[in-house]
């Protein structure tokens, strides 16, 4: 999933997140009942029931981004990539969608995110990859990633982290120097 998402096409979110099921059918070949179940729990699983029939290109930016995870989610691949994909989404659908790619996860799905929010990283993630520069500077659990040295070396703050029964939580709290 990319991070710039135009959408030019004039269809309805229930036709746009049916083009994720193409590459299970043959040329020609209309959506299956299973096919159209799997747009069904996409549609519901990014909160877009509702939506069913509206066109796609009417849509605010941050639904137009949940009907694209929608679709995403849809194709039922093994490896979800995305690239900043609850950028623009209000705080409800950011942390539902994290939850979503969350359990994918768990269910044996590959799921590699990009996100500049650190406390949904830290809290819905596994494993983070903080880079600068392009190079690797931390690699492994949030709490082994997030440390006050790599957050001054690659970002120049300061923050607070602890883990609390609920997870871990992670707030940036001021600009270092």
Do not use: N
Not at 1 to 7: K, L, S, T, V
Not at 35 to 64: H, I, N, P, W
Not at 108 to 118: A, I, M, W, Y
């Amino acid at each position: 999933m990319p991070q710039a998402r135009e959408i030019a096409w004039p269809m309805s979110v229930e036709a746009l997140v049916t083009l994720g099921r193409i590459p299970h059918m043959a040329t020609g070949q209309r959506p299956t009942p299973c096919d159209l179940e799997k747009v069904r729990d996409a549609l519901l699983a990014m909160d877009l029931g509702d939506f069913r029939t509206r066109t796609v290109t009417r849509l605010s930016g941050g639904e137009q981004a949940r009907v694209l995870i929608a679709r995403a989610l849809a194709q039922d691949a093994p490896l979800i990539m995305a690239d900043e994909p609850v950028a623009g989404l209000d705080p409800a659908h950011q942390i539902s969608t994290m939850e979503i790619f969350a359990r994918l996860a768990r269910a044996g799905k590959s799921v590699l995110v990009s996100l500049h929010d650190l406390g949904l990283a830290a809290r819905h993630c596994t494993r983070l990859i903080l880079l600068s520069g392009g190079s690797v500077v931390a690699d492994g659990p949030p709490g082994d990633v997030l440390t006050p040295q790599s957050l001054e070396q690659v970002f120049g703050i300061r923050a607070y982290f602890d883990q609390t029964p609920d997870g871990p939580v992670f707030q940036p709290l001021e600009v270092i120097g």
